[in-house]
């Protein structure tokens, strides 16, 4: 076997300088020119503050697209230029599919989105009904509105429009900009940026067990109600 080593074994990289080495090479290790040319030079400093505003940039546009995204999945409450009442005295609380709500349909703690039975004018109008023990209520509900230990509100944030579709706790919770709603006391704001609670509406059982609305919400839906 040839004790010589290949010339490129031997090869010093233009550029290299040994007493000037990095902390993190062996001793004696050399650096390609592509190194000294790229991290040393000024122009490789002027590349890597361009690299770093890049990746500032990449970083930003994600955090506002994150913000828009929840806002364009938003369904339109009602159809345009619609004025009338939501709900009406004997008009029936139905789910996602049109079945009317019966009184046995939730356990206490548990919610569910539910929608005025159809009729001409209504598109969707998301409600949360809720179920509580009915002594866990208080504060500024108004009892008259419940039934059963049912409550229901309008699904509408009043601060820009989104759902309040997510719950912590008790506590209803809209996605958009982190509004925080307390049902046990008429969805009053417990934190966040919305100006006034959820409307309330006045609910009742049907003689024939599914829950009806016995009115219209108590306030304007939405943002920009007073």
């Known amino acids: 076997m040839s004790d010589k080593t290949d010339p490129a074994f031997d ?3 233009p550029g290299s300088d040994e007493s000037a080495g990095c902390c993190c090479e062996s001793p004696g290790a050399s650096q390609p020119t592509i190194y000294q040319e790229f991290w040393r030079d000024t122009r490789g400093e002027l590349h890597r503050r361009d690299y770093a505003k890049g990746l500032a940039t990449i970083g930003g546009l994600t955090a506002v697209s994150s913000l828009i995204a929840p806002l364009a999945g938003l369904s339109q409450a009602f159809n345009p230029g619609y004025s009338g009442p939501v709900y009406e005295d004997g008009i029936a609380l139905v789910d996602g599919d049109g079945n009317r709500i019966q009184e046995d ?3 206490e703690g548990e919610q569910l989105t539910v929608f005025p039975e159809p009729r001409p004018g209504i598109d969707n109008a998301p409600t949360l009904l809720v179920r509580f023990p009915e002594d866990d209520y208080g504060g500024e509900t108004n009892l ?3 039934i059963s230990g049912y409550a229901a509100f309008s699904k509408v944030c009043t601060h820009a ?3 309040v579709a997510n719950r912590d706790g008790n506590t209803l919770v809209c996605p958009c900009h982190s509004g925080l709603f307390d049902p046990l006391s008429g ?3 417990v934190g966040g940026p919305p100006p ?3 409307p309330q509406l006045p609910i009742t059982v049907a003689s024939d067990g599914h829950l009806i609305a016995t009115g219209d919400f108590e306030g304007a839906i939405g943002p920009g109600g007073g």
């Open 196 to 198: 006034r609670a959820l």
């Open 105 to 107: 349909r939730l356990a």
């Open 144 to 146: 008259e509105f419940t």
């Open 187 to 189: 969805a009053t704001v």
């Open 161 to 163: 429009g989104c759902m």
């Open 11 to 13: 090869q010093q990289y």
